[in-house]
């Protein structure tokens, strides 16, 4: 019993300080660890035109992908890694997404974030 609440507690503890980090504070993630496209448009390799499709190679936890037009605008964000977002109803112009999250065990992590540029083109 002891043992499940403390394991509960140490997931709960590095959720919440995974929000409370610090993007200067976090490491860039490797680009052996994802893949994503720099264009996407009607011929887009996913399986619908304007998908912008993120694969991750690594173990990513408490993942968050937030992507934001070029006033800064939250245009799509999901906590769910499996997600896609489909810019098929955004204007064409240069869209910047940020992936944020953890990795290593419970025990030993650190925080990690990505941002790149998305050229949507229509």
Same mark, same amino acid.
């Given at each position: 019993?002891?043992?499940?609440?403390? #394991?509960?507690?140490?997931? @709960?503890?590095? $959720?919440?300080?995974?929000?409370?980090? !610090?993007?200067?504070?976090?490491?860039?993630? =490797?680009?052996?660890? *994802?893949? !994503?496209?720099?264009?996407?448009? /009607?011929?887009?390799? $996913?399986?619908?035109?304007?998908?912008?499709?993120?694969?991750?190679?690594?173990?990513? %936890?408490? *993942?968050?992908?937030? &992507?934001?037009? =070029?006033?800064? +605008?939250?245009?799509?964000?999901?906590?769910?890694?499996?997600? &896609? %977002?489909? !810019? =098929?109803?955004? @204007?064409? $112009? /240069?869209?910047? %997404?940020?992936?944020?999250?953890?990795? $290593?065990?419970?025990?030993? *992590? *650190?925080? #990690?974030?990505?941002? !790149? +540029? &998305?050229?949507? #083109?229509?």
């Amino acid at each position: 019993m002891f043992l499940k609440s403390f #394991i509960a507690a140490t997931l @709960l503890v590095s $959720g919440l300080s995974t929000f409370a980090q !610090a993007d200067t504070d976090r490491t860039e993630l =490797a680009s052996t660890c *994802y893949s !994503a496209p720099t264009t996407i448009s /009607v011929e887009s390799a $996913g399986t619908t035109p304007f998908d912008f499709v993120l694969t991750l190679d690594c173990q990513i %936890w408490n *993942y968050s992908l937030q &992507v934001k037009d =070029a006033e800064g +605008n939250v245009v799509f964000e999901s906590k769910d890694p499996a997600a &896609v %977002w489909n !810019a =098929a109803d955004d @204007l064409a $112009g /240069v869209y910047t %997404w940020t992936l944020r999250g953890s990795m $290593g065990t419970t025990i030993s *992590y *650190y925080h #990690i974030i990505k941002s !790149a +540029n &998305v050229t949507v #083109i229509k």
